[in-house]
């Protein structure tokens, strides 16, 4: 792949590189020029596949660019812990009261508790490379 400095089109930086696949000269636009773009496309009220192919883009490019920030920034938001719910385990299942079998595996600060015929199992296959 070779990277270089592309011209300046409108005061937007760009950088030009060769694709590796194809052969192929590519143009890689900066966060201005795809913001502009979604904002004329909203303005003419046009679908994301309408825009793209009347503005000569690559839709898989577009919806990467445009929509991918969106909803990266949009599940960060949400991924932020919030002081009114603190996090806390969660329990996957109860312990029975009639357990036949426990296999408790330790590793480093995490431990798994296995029981019933999942514990036997694990402790026949244990059983059986041993013997």
């Given amino acids: 792949m070779t990277d270089q400095a592309g011209p300046v089109e409108t005061g937007v930086s ?39 192919s009347a503005n000569a883009l690559a839709l898989s490019t577009y ?18 812990p919030t002081p009114s ?13 009639e357990v036949a079998a426990l296999v408790e595996v330790a590793l480093e600060g995490m431990t798994l508790r296995l029981s019933g015929e999942a514990a036997e199992r694990v402790l026949a296959s244990v059983v059986a490379r041993l013997a």
Avoid: I
């Fill in 85 to 97: 719910r603190p996090a806390a385990f969660v329990p996957v299942s109860t312990a029975r009261a």
């Fill in 63 to 80: 919806r990467h660019r445009v929509s991918g920030k969106k909803r990266s920034s949009a599940s960060a938001v949400t991924a932020k």
């Fill in 14 to 52: 760009q950088r030009v590189r060769v694709d590796w696949r194809t052969g192929q000269t590519m143009v890689q636009h900066d966060e201005a020029f795809w913001r502009d773009h979604e904002q004329r496309r909203l303005e003419q009220g046009v679908s994301v596949r309408q825009y793209c």
